[in-house]
């Protein structure tokens, strides 16, 4: 699988924040949204399609300014990248 993009980042709470990832072929990925101390504040499921996914998650008003891990999660592997909420 290729590799996770998140953005706008930074963004700002409320807005829609786009995922994008190449997947080689179909299944189901989990998401999860923590805060540099682990405390989750976000979990979701999305569904891959072989190829390029891009799916939109809005970030909602528990996501004060801050940084943030977003693990995206399938099978047993998983990718992380860090975005920041202002």
């Known amino acids: 699988d290729g ?4 953005y706008p ?4 709470t409320g807005e829609m924040l786009h995922m994008k990832l190449d997947s080689k072929g179909n299944k189901d990925a989990f998401v ?4 540099i ?4 504040f976000y979990t979701g499921q999305v569904d891959l399609s ?5 799916n939109e998650m809005k970030l909602n008003s ?4 801050g940084t ?3 693990r995206v999660a399938w099978g047993s592997s998983s990718q992380m990248r ?3 909420i202002y």
């Open 50 to 54: 072989n190829g390029i996914n891009v």
């Open 32 to 35: 999860f949204i923590s805060d």
């Open 68 to 70: 943030y891990i977003v």
């Open 37 to 40: 101390m682990g405390r989750v």
């Open 3 to 6: 590799p996770l993009f998140l």
């Open 62 to 65: 528990r996501l004060v300014p």
């Open 82 to 84: 860090k975005i920041v």
């Open 9 to 12: 980042n930074p963004s700002e």
